[in-house]
């Protein structure tokens, strides 16, 4: 099943074309990993997704009905959206940062603390940090904190944007499993984009290689790596080293 939906989606910022005609779906409780060279439309994909930009042509639908973009911001609710630096407020604590969300949605208290408890345990944050503030957290912390308050209410899409860019190999290796164990608990759609494509071939349920603003190939990652579907997919899979 297709959570999202793309029906000739293109978008262009002043004259330039960053997604052209773009049709296609993304499955519910898999791992979607969208990967491409800088400036290919990654980013410009994902903000599609949860309609931070809308797009100049073409209907994108989510939970099988079109964006409304005039109440995106409660669908936005039940799309987390993670990026490289985390976005955390500064001023609040790692529990405020955490339980932001449900605190606004005006959750019981209760439900927003065991949900805190349980993906702090996840992602093997100890309950210590819960008073910290981001500044006296590592970087592999504080994305960590990130996924946490992404993930606060449960949502069925979860966007991540070079999420895990900036962080060390062990680091990173360590929120991979992290990730994937989260995937298995509780399996959602999750979309990440990377330039990685080690981080791609480890995480994806499915590919999708972006060019210059087209799809080059899209499917099973087995199918991917196993049938490339032209010379441009076959070179960019040659930068795998593992
Ligand atoms: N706000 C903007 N205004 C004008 N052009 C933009 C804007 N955002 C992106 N672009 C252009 O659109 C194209 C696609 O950008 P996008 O950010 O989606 O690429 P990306 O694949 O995420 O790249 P990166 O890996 O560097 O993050 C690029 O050519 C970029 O310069
Ligand atoms: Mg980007």
């Known amino acids: 099943m297709n959570i999202i939906k793309f029906e000739n989606v293109s978008h262009r910022y002043d004259a330039s074309a960053a997604l052209t005609e773009l049709s296609l779906g993304i499955e519910d409780k898999k791992i979607t990993v969208i990967v491409g060279r800088s400036g290919s439309g990654k980013s410009t994909l994902l903000q599609i997704i949860n309609g931070l930009i809308h797009p100049t042509e073409g209907t994108v639908e989510v939970f099988d009905a079109p964006l409304n973009y005039d109440a995106i911001n409660k669908i936005r609710l039940k799309i987390g959206y993670s990026v490289q630096g985390t976005g955390l407020f500064p001023h609040l604590s790692v529990y405020d940062n955490i339980a932001l969300l449900g605190n606004i949605t005006k959750q019981l208290k209760h439900v927003t603390e065991t949900r805190l408890d349980m993906l702090m345990s996840l992602v093997n944050l100890e309950p210590r940090f819960k008073t910290k ?91 991917v790596l196993n049938n490339p579907s032209n010379e441009f997919v076959k070179n960019f899979l040659k930068q795998r080293i593992s």
């Open 133 to 223: 503030f981001p500044y006296q957290l590592s970087g592999g912390e504080q994305q960590r904190v990130g996924i946490c308050r992404a993930m606060i209410l449960n949502p069925p899409i979860f966007l991540l944007d070079e999420a895990f860019g900036a962080l060390d190999n062990t680091t990173r290796n360590e929120i991979h499993a992290e990730l994937l164990n989260m995937q298995k608990i509780e399996p959602r759609a999750i979309v990440l984009v990377t330039h990685d494509l080690d981080e791609a071939i480890k995480l994806a349920d499915n590919i999708m290689i972006l060019e210059k603003g087209i799809v080059q190939q899209y499917g099973s990652k087995e199918d």
